[in-house]
T-cell receptor, first 115, second 112 residues
Framework: EPEVTQTPSHQVTQMGQEVILRCVPISNHLYFYWYRQILGQKVEFLVSFYNNEISEKSEIFDDQFSVERPDGSNFTLKIRSTKLEDSAMYFC?????????????FGQGTRLTVV | KQEVTQIPAALSVPEGENLVLNCSFTDSAIYNLQWFRQDPGKGLTSLLLIQSSQREQTSGRLNASLDKSSGRSTLYIAASQPGDSATYLCAVKGSNTGKLIFGQGTTLQVKP
């Protein structure tokens, strides 16, 4: 069964460093998303991406964050100058073009720990 | 602003019981509602999707209902098993960009 794949599963980084989280969405999906879940809190939307541009972003998604689809398969989230409060589980998701009527499929997540 | 609330926050039942998890949302203008399962430290597994025009969806022992006008959804689990122990999240899609708004989840423990 097709699945969303995220790498790495766990990343530890020092405060102030840049990190890139990687995702391979399901191959025929055209909408891509990043969410995060701080330990013990709700899953929060960060950004949606379609047709090589951001279609919506939350107030969390400030200039520290960026997304990119560098090739036909990968979708990345870059966090510049990480802060302690960026420690969270980051989930990538994808869905087919019929946004309203289709499921979002999530990856297994990348646990980011900023020390 | 859409808010999604799930009650109870935690639930412990003996194996074999039927149970209901509740989800409420403040803005009834949604495209669909999705129920997910999350095991500790793991990702989100989609269980059921209910479109805004639907009243319920079933998958095996799971049945989800949607009452859009009152802003409520329920997830019914029949004949619960220890393997059902997990956190169950509901999420509503309220925009045409596909953004999901999540509840805080109900953590279910099914005791053998």
């Amino acid at each position: 069964e097709p699945e969303v794949t995220q790498t790495p599963s766990h990343q530890v980084t020092q405060m102030g460093q840049e990190v890139i989280l990687r995702c391979v969405p399901i191959s025929n999906h055209l909408y891509f998303y990043w969410y995060r879940q701080i330990l013990g809190q709700k899953v929060e939307f960060l950004v949606s991406f379609y047709n090589n541009e951001i279609s919506e972003k939350s107030e969390i998604f400030d200039d520290q964050f960026s997304v990119e689809r560098p090739d036909g398969s990968n979708f990345t989230l870059k966090i510049r100058s990480t802060k302690l409060e960026d420690s969270a589980m980051y989930f990538c998701a994808s869905s087919e073009i019929l946004v309203m009527n289709t499921e979002a499929f999530f990856g297994q997540g990348t646990r980011l720990t900023v020390v | 602003k859409q808010e999604v609330t799930q009650i109870p926050a935690a639930l412990s039942v003996p194996e074999g019981e039927n149970l209901v998890l509740n989800c409420s949302f403040t803005d009834s203008a949604i495209y669909n509602l999705q129920w997910f399962r999350q095991d500790p430290g793991k990702g989100l597994t989609s269980l059921l999707l209910i479109q805004s025009s639907q009243r319920e969806q079933t998958s095996g022992r799971l049945n989800a209902s949607l009452d859009k006008s009152s802003g409520r959804s329920t997830l019914y689990i029949a004949a619960s098993q220890p393997g059902d122990s997990a956190t169950y999240l509901c999420a509503v899609k309220g925009s045409n960009t596909g953004k999901l708004i999540f509840g805080q989840g109900t953590t279910l423990q099914v005791k053998p």
